[in-house]
């Protein structure tokens, strides 16, 4: 049986996030689904995963279908959570959507990638930030 890193990515290495960064994540994640709710989003998935990559949540926003990248933060040690969404990443997520929208058919529909920050704040004051269209198709 040939083991893989997690998350499987060709030609590189990556620890397994902890379970406190998993938690982080995940609350992360919540709360983005609800903000998105309240600004007329419709999640149509969530952390849709494949073997070189995973799309946080799918949503749709007046008949575009929305790709969306959350970042969650406790504090700024990893510096600002919108900075982590690289060129390197924008191609994984322009290679999951592209894999989403052959497996959907729904190659007709307009899309677009957003980014939703998520501040963590132990006062429970969290903050969610929302960039629409922030980037474009990459190859």
Do not use: C
Request: hydrophobic share 35%.
């Amino acid at each position: 049986m040939k083991k893989f890193s997690w998350p499987f990515l060709s030609g590189g290495q990556k620890q397994a996030p902890s379970a406190a960064e998993q938690k982080t994540g995940s609350r992360g994640e919540d709360m983005a689904v609800l903000f998105l709710e309240k600004q007329g989003y419709t999640v149509l998935d969530r952390n849709y995963r494949r073997r070189f990559g995973e799309i946080d949540i799918v949503a749709e926003e007046g008949g575009v279908l929305v790709f969306i990248e959350v970042k969650a933060r406790k504090n700024n040690r990893y510096g600002n959570p919108f900075e982590a969404v690289d060129v390197r990443k924008q191609k994984k997520l322009s290679r999951m959507a592209q894999d989403y929208i052959s497996r959907h058919k729904m190659e007709d529909r307009p899309a677009r990638f957003d980014v939703v920050a998520v501040r963590l704040n132990p006062d429970s004051r969290s903050e969610v930030e929302l960039i629409r269209d922030a980037f474009d198709f990459q190859e």
